[in-house]
């Protein structure tokens, strides 16, 4: 659907409108998968409202094995490419945990011996495709991203990263207990039905549900340092 030069209507203000996923063009010779809305306004015409980039709607799909194969694919790419500058790389989020619906974007965490070392990545990462989105210095975090709409994100950080920990840490807790993944896909699709063109609220509604899983992932008495990193085979 072209929609250049539509009127712009607020889908959340209609009744009977009906939500669709298509290929929309937002700008000249640019092309993006896009959520849109069609029908009947108040003259009666048809118009469509461009609500958001696909990157910013919460569309959840089904597990697939093939989650598991494109991280694989992808980490030999990184690997060949970033050879020794790093020690580990980590398939994390909701697409590196089986049965459990997630958006299809593959989360990466690379761990790499010096933080300062990102500028050397950085050169590697942009011919792999991927785009620096800048730093999060306070959970000392490089973020890049791939695809349009994005397919690969990627985040750079040091051994000790204690988001990487607690990442890694929610992840095998939920694969290690299946009632537990069950509760939290169920929760995904109710926040995904509520907050569908809101990314920002949906991601803010599982954050207690995470927390509560983490502290149950720890045992008491220690510390919060997840499990050890697994080294790359060399």
């Known amino acids: 659907a072209d929609v250049r030069g539509t009127r712009q209507v607020d889908a959340q203000s209609r009744t009977g409108w009906r939500v669709l996923w298509g290929t929309c063009y937002m700008f000249p010779r640019r092309q993006t998968k896009c959520l849109y ?5 108040d003259n009666g015409a048809v118009a469509v409202s461009v609500n958001r980039p696909a990157d910013e709607v919460v569309r959840l799909h089904p597990y697939t094995p093939a989650w598991r194969w494109r991280f694989l694919l992808e980490r ?10 790093v020690l580990a790389i980590e398939h994390v989020g ?5 049965d459990l619906p997630a958006k299809p974007i593959i989360d990466i965490v690379i761990v790499v011996a010096e933080f300062e070392r990102m500028p050397r990545c950085l050169r590697a990462l942009e011919q792999l495709g991927y785009k620096y ?8 975090q490089h973020h890049f991203v791939k695809g349009l709409p994005t397919t690969f994100t990627l985040y750079l950080v040091e051994p000790e990263n204690k988001e990487l920990a607690a990442r890694i840490r929610f992840r095998d807790y939920l694969i290690e207990h299946p009632e537990t993944a069950q509760a939290y896909a169920d929760l995904k699709a109710r926040l995904a039905e509520q907050h569908a063109m809101d990314l920002k609220a949906y991601q803010d509604g599982k954050a207690g549900f995470v927390q509560q899983a983490l502290e149950m992932a720890t045992p008491r008495g220690t510390a919060d340092q997840g499990r050890p990193i697994q080294p790359l085979a060399r």
């Open 37 to 41: 809305a069609v029908g009947s306004g």
């Open 76 to 85: 030999i790419r990184l690997c060949l490419s970033l050879r020794d500058q």
């Open 94 to 98: 909701s697409t590196a945990i089986p």
């Open 133 to 140: 989105k800048g730093e999060n210095h306070q959970l000392r």
